[in-house]
């Protein structure tokens, strides 16, 4: 297709998108960094708005034990798995009898003594090999003084009843002692901590003014370690570390403007008005917000009757198949099969990569607003290190390129400067790494 063509189909694209709020230029950055950056404050002291901004009491020193083993499980919405991990001489994680489970609770729904009974059944075999335990717990909770987490709600579609308000470490030590296991020393964390920390182990040699850590995958989320003087709602705690990583759950941020279609999706949802931003951007509900916004953009007749036809037959659309779509427009799979010209190709491509710009510039802000908050980044000799997790960063085509330019076209010229890195088995380690601070 000729060149002004694309262009004018991509205005048409942006134009419809503008109209119903769901462009990338709804994201006012500036505006949005000075509230984000409110918000964390408010969270840090106690009266949060939408960031609650949970201490975890873990150490962030950037430093690792050596040659001492840890039994580590990291509890996902989808898997559940098990190793020993070991730090050698040079800081290297060590990953021996690693095991993966279905998370309990996703087959068939559970109570919580029988959540606790199948997770002691499956370390049973490591506990000989060490006394300290590394939990990741990647759902809400809140972490204790003394590092054992209470649970506040279980959610993305696990079915584990009467789990809230249970305590993590005394529950898995109630079970093991079942066993005739005698209990552990049990540091609880959650995905976004453990990823947060895996940093440290990715380049020992680097030097860091500050570690994040940003989860995005099924859901979003994000770490990053604070000075414990400025966390105001703990201030009459004693014997805390100098230097904590800050659970944020920035997936509940609620200072993003909402499209139409954002607010009619979030009706569609379990749980109206909850997680605003997450809604928008993670990977557990991108597709269902491509599909409303594909569905609109029907109905405004923007794509050829053919199209309109075939998408009637579509009822889910997947992150695989948005990925699929992005490096094969014209290959095998379920978008590409439906559009019936050049046309409807490019209206789809526009789509998907204004949601995505969209995204991008959404997370840029939450960088840019924790940089600032914290006062680092600031000597490009000394760098924040980011770790990111999750498939729907590490396997999509186009979403990665997004975050770094609105990086280097947001941040940078404010003189931040931030490393993005990606930890294989993030979650095993940075949990290993936990319970040996």
């Known amino acids: 297709m ?106 068939d729904p559970v109570d919580a003594d029988t959540f606790f009974d199948r997770l002691a059944e499956y370390i049973a075999p490591l506990c000989e090999y060490s006394d300290d335990i590394g939990f990741c717990f990647s759902f809400p909770c809140e972490i204790q003084p003394n590092k054992d987490g209470k649970i506040i709600i279980i959610n993305k579609g696990v079915r584990i009843s009467g789990a809230e308000n249970r305590m993590l470490g005394e529950g898995l030590n109630g079970a093991l ?138 009822s889910v659309i997947t992150l695989k198949d948005v990925d699929e779509f992005i490096l094969y427009p014209e290959g095998d799979n379920l978008l590409a099969s439906i559009c019936a010209n050049n046309t409807d190709r490019e209206i789809t491509y526009y789509i998907i990569d204004e949601l995505y710009e969209r995204a991008a510039r959404m997370v840029a802000v939450t960088f840019c607003a924790t940089m600032e908050a914290s006062e680092t980044g600031h000597d490009p000799l000394e760098p924040v290190c980011i770790t990111v997790e999750g498939t729907a960063y590490s396997r999509s085509p186009i979403f990665p390129k997004k975050l770094q330019a609105c990086i280097d076209r947001y941040i940078e010229p404010k003189g931040l400067y931030c490393d993005i890195v990606q930890v294989r088995d993030a979650d095993l380690i940075g949990t290993a790494i936990a319970a040996l601070q």
């Open 177 to 314: 002692e079942k066993l005739g296991i005698k209990p552990k020393n049990i540091t609880v964390i959650n995905d976004t901590v453990a990823a947060m920390l895996a940093g440290i182990s990715e380049n020992m040699n680097r030097k860091y003014s500050n570690y994040f850590g940003f989860i995005y995958g099924t859901g979003i989320n994000m770490c990053y370690a604070e000075q414990t003087s400025r966390i105001g709602k703990i201030s009459g705690l004693r014997r805390v570390p100098k230097v904590m990583g800050i659970n944020m759950e920035n997936g509940d941020y609620n200072g993003f403007t909402q499209g139409k279609l954002d607010l009619l999706f979030d009706t569609e949802t379990p749980d109206p008005g909850n997680h605003p931003f997450e809604k928008m951007i993670s990977g557990a509900y991108f597709g269902r917000l491509l599909y409303l916004t594909m569905q609109k953009a029907c109905s405004n007749e923007m794509y050829s009757k053919a199209f309109a036809k075939g998408f009637e037959s579509v």
């Open 2 to 107: 000729k060149p002004k063509k694309v262009k004018e189909t991509r205005a048409r694209v942006q134009s419809f998108l503008a109209k119903m709020q769901m462009d990338a230029d709804s994201v006012d950055f500036e505006s949005c960094l000075k509230d984000f950056k409110l918000q964390m404050g408010y969270g840090l002291d106690g009266t949060p708005d939408s960031l609650l901004m949970i201490p975890t009491f873990i150490p962030v020193t950037g430093k690792i034990k050596r040659d001492k083993s840890v039994i580590t499980i990291d509890c996902g919405g989808t898997n559940l798995r098990v190793a020993l991990v070991t730090f050698n001489d040079y800081g290297k994680a060590l990953i021996s009898d690693f095991k993966k489970y279905p998370m309990i609770g996703t087959e």
